[in-house]
Every structure is written in structure tokens, then in C-alpha cells.
């Protein structure tokens, strides 16, 4: 087999392969001895037939499998072979070629990683986020702990206020018609939680226990059942019962810990450094790479974007199954559809794609590695962290942990470096 390479339009490489006669007709003699006993042919049992026998009643019907193998066989080693000129990134397109008698020329265009043209990468003004924790900061998460520890406590002797809890009744209809999804008994609703058509909950806001209402809204014009936007509803509303939040001081919540206020104050403190720490870095990142991709040139090949849509996607088809809901009917309510969604997603989907390459190309540009023995230091620290000794903790690695090690490092000095060669301006 002979094959060549060339550069072609789009982020592809053209590879031409071509089988002479005596590599051909191998082919077919192994796609006949695996496939002859699908063919029936008078005068012969059946897979006993001789190829030329079969191939005069069927047609060559081993030259395409024949072809496929050849392919198959030999354009794993093409790709091997070159990994220091080319990578893929998607299934070629096949075609046959013209050819000399007895030959068979396949042409494989292949998308593949595009190269990146960097711009300036250093001496650029990019803002660094450095939001420090304060003491306000602190209270706000302790509070938000406690609210989450609040009892409902039913009240009387008054009317509701925002910031109850009713229990409800409620029937809704548009131009005297009833609608689906419009109907409940003894419904739980946060007045000012934001759940219902705006205006509903202030509407209820006032009303007694016992009493009943007629609640008169509109729905936004953008509402996700179409039928209904921007029409006016009346909802007959029925309250039960009013009850309000009651929480615990902060003396009583933290001495269900066994804890301290102050000791407690510290761990929520430390906690918090630590999250703003990581969001302080990934801001940081985000800008530097925004920066830089702003003079980078890159013609990305639609197979790279619609494979960021496709994990896009994905993961978030994942996170509405752990709340049990299905994409379709995500969909549905929004009033979109996945296509739609697909669409939505492709601008961020392109900016995520070039931010991968641009990475990849300022990290083969700068010759960044992780030394062998910072990816030991690494797996000490990790092992320490479990309370594990070294040995032990590497019995359990698999090569997949060692190579994200790997690449964190890489990215970690990567990002040192940038902001080592450039004017990070801090904004807290």
C-alpha cells in the first residue's frame, strides 16, 4: 500500500491510499472466505460455492468488503505514523478514486486538529479577580445555613404578609375557560419566592386564613404555553393556612455542632477562602485565555463544534435526570426544541473550542512539561491528604489519574506563566 498526504481546506487533510492488483485480490479472497455462506447457489451447498461462481450470480459482491478491510487494516498505522504531522478529530469522508487497472485508490478527507495563530500572549492588561472574604461575607453564609434549618410555625390573629408561607386553593380561567395546570388543593407557596405569574403572590399578600379571592394577572407575553401569553387570568383563591419562618439564633444552631460561635465563625470563614479561592482562579484563567484569544487566528473545523454542542448537551441532559426530568419535556416547557437548543449553545460552544486550542498551542509554544518528579510530588501530596503512604496510594492509581496529574500540573504552570508575562491589573 502507498499512501500520500496534503493539507486541504478547512482544517482537513486529503489522504490518498492506494492497493495494487496483488493486495486487492488478497482482500477479496479473505472477504470471500468470511462471507461466502451467505450466498445460495444452485448445484453447490451452501458456502461452498467458488468465488467466481458466486460473484457471476451476486456481482463482485467481495470487492466492497474487500475494499473496507483495506482500509480498515491500514489507516490506524496512516494516522500512527503521522500523529507528529496531523490529529483527527472526527471519521474522514470516503471515496474511491480514479485508478489503474486493478488497483483501488481510496481517498479518506480527514478533519483533523487545526493550528492555531497566536497573537501577543504576554504584556497584554488583563484584570486579576482577588475577592477577599469579609466578615460580612461570613455572617451571610451562617445566616443562609440557618434560614435552611427554619420550622414553619402556623400563625392566626392575622393576615399573611410576604415572606409567609400559605396553603392555597386556587382555580384559574381565561375568558371564563378553565386551562390546564391551572387547578390545585392545599398548595404550599413562599409569598415573594418569585413562583407564580407576577402580581399573583402580592395579590395574596393581605388575605386571612378562611378567606376567598379572586387574584387577577397577566400572563407575560413571553409565557412557554402560547396559548396562553399574554393573556388575562382570574384565579379563585382559597387560603387555609398562613405559617411564618422560625429560626434558631446563631448561639442555638451552632451549639446543635457542639461548636463554638467563633469556632464555628472560622470553619464557615476557612471554607469560604477556600471557594473564593478557586472562583478567584478560574475568573483569572477565564480572562487570560479571553485576552489571548482575541488575537489568535484559527479556522475551526465544524466537527470540533458540533462535538462541544454534543457534550454540552449532554451534561446538561444529565443534570435534568437527577432532578427527574426528561430533555424533551425541558423543551416543551420552555417552548424551544432540542434543535433550538443546539443553535443557543454553538456560540459558547465555538469560544470553549478555541480556548482548548489556544491553550494547547501556548503550551507547545512555551515547551511546558510536568517533570517526573512533580508528578511525585503530586501523588505525595494527594496520598498525604488521604492519610495514605505513597506506595500504597499508587497501588490503587490507574493510568488515567496519572495523566490528569499530568496535565493539571502543565496547566498550572501554564497559568504561572501567563501571569508572571502579563499586566494583571487586581480588581477585588
Known amino acids: 500500500m502507498k499512501y500520500t498526504f496534503e493539507q486541504a481546506e478547512k482544517s482537513r487533510v486529503k489522504i490518498v491510499m492506494t492497493f495494487d492488483a496483488e493486495e486487492l485480490a488478497a482482500a477479496e479472497q479473505k472477504a470471500y472466505i468470511r462471507n461466502k455462506g451467505k450466498y445460495v447457489v444452485n448445484g453447490y451447498r451452501k458456502g461452498k460455492a467458488p468465488k467466481k461462481v458466486i460473484e457471476m450470480n451476486y456481482g463482485p459482491v467481495f470487492s466492497q468488503d474487500a475494499i473496507e478491510d483495506l482500509y480498515e487494516e491500514n489507516f490506524d498505522r496512516i494516522l500512527d505514523e503521522n500523529k507528529d504531522n496531523f490529529t483527527a478529530i472526527a471519521q474522514p469522508?470516503?471515496?474511491?478514486?480514479?485508478?489503474?487497472?486493478?488497483?483501488?485508490?481510496?481517498?479518506?478527507?480527514?478533519?483533523?486538529?487545526?493550528?492555531?495563530?497566536?497573537?501577543?500572549?504576554?504584556?497584554?492588561?488583563?484584570?486579576?479577580?482577588?475577592?477577599?472574604?469579609t466578615d460580612a461575607d461570613v455572617d451571610a453564609q451562617l445566616q443562609s445555613e440557618i434560614e435552611k434549618k427554619a420550622e414553619l410555625v402556623p400563625v392566626e390573629g392575622r393576615a399573611c404578609k410576604m415572606g409567609d408561607t400559605v396553603e392555597i386553593d386556587f382555580s384559574g380561567s381565561v375568558d371564563g375557560e378553565k386551562f390546564a395546570g391551572g387547578t390545585a388543593e392545599r398548595y404550599s407557596l413562599e409569598l415573594g419566592s418569585g413562583s407564580f405569574i407576577p402580581g399573583f403572590e402580592e395579590q395574596v399578600a393581605g388575605m386571612n386564613a378562611g378567606e376567598e379571592k379572586d387574584v387577577v394577572v397577566t400572563f407575560p407575553a413571553e409565557y412557554h404555553e402560547a396559548s396562553l401569553a399574554g393573556k388575562e387570568a382570574v384565579f379563585a383563591v382559597k387560603l387555609h393556612v398562613i405559617s411564618e419562618k422560625k429560626l434558631p439564633t446563631v448561639e442555638e444552631y451552632v451549639e446543635k455542632l457542639k461548636m463554638s460561635v467563633e469556632d464555628y465563625k472560622a470553619k464557615v470563614r476557612a471554607r469560604l477562602e477556600k471557594k473564593t479561592e478557586n472562583e478567584n482562579r478560574d475568573k483569572t484563567e477565564n480572562a487570560i485565555v479571553e485576552a489571548i484569544c482575541k488575537g489568535a487566528k484559527c479556522e475551526i473545523p465544524e466537527a470540533m463544534i458540533d462535538s462541544q454542542i454534543e457534550e454540552t448537551?449532554?451534561?446538561?441532559?444529565?443534570?435534568?435526570?437527577?432532578?427527574?426530568?426528561?430533555?424533551?419535556?425541558?423543551?416543551?416547557?420552555?417552548?424551544?426544541?432540542v434543535e433550538q437548543m443546539r443553535e443557543q449553545t454553538r456560540p459558547s460552544a465555538e469560544k470553549n473550542v478555541l480556548a482548548q486550542l489556544v491553550i494547547d498551542k501556548l503550551i507547545r509554544t512555551e515547551k511546558i512539561e510536568a517533570t517526573e518528579e512533580e508528578i511525585e510530588?503530586?501523588?505525595?501530596?494527594?496520598?498525604?491528604?488521604?492519610?495514605?503512604?505513597?506506595?500504597?496510594?499508587?497501588?490503587?492509581?490507574?493510568?488515567?489519574?496519572?495523566?490528569?496529574?499530568?496535565?493539571?500540573?502543565?496547566?498550572?504552570?501554564?497559568?504561572?506563566?501567563?501571569?508572571a508575562n502579563n499586566n494583571m491589573i487586581v480588581e477585588e
Do not use: W
Not at 313 to 337: P, W
Open 377 to 419: 510530588a503530586k501523588i505525595a501530596q494527594d496520598a498525604a491528604s488521604v492519610d495514605k503512604a505513597v506506595e500504597e496510594y499508587k497501588k490503587n492509581m490507574k493510568p488515567q489519574q496519572i495523566e490528569y496529574i499530568r496535565n493539571d500540573i502543565i496547566i498550572t504552570k501554564l497559568f504561572a506563566f501567563l501571569e
Open 313 to 337: 448537551m449532554h451534561n446538561f441532559e444529565m443534570q435534568l435526570s437527577y432532578s427527574g426530568m426528561k430533555l424533551a419535556d425541558y423543551c416543551k416547557y420552555m417552548g424551544t426544541t
Open 93 to 133: 469522508k470516503l471515496e474511491l478514486g480514479d485508478s489503474e487497472a486493478n488497483e483501488v485508490v481510496i481517498i479518506a478527507m480527514l478533519p483533523v486538529k487545526p493550528e492555531v495563530e497566536l497573537g501577543a500572549y504576554t504584556g497584554l492588561d488583563i484584570v486579576k479577580t482577588a475577592k477577599v472574604v
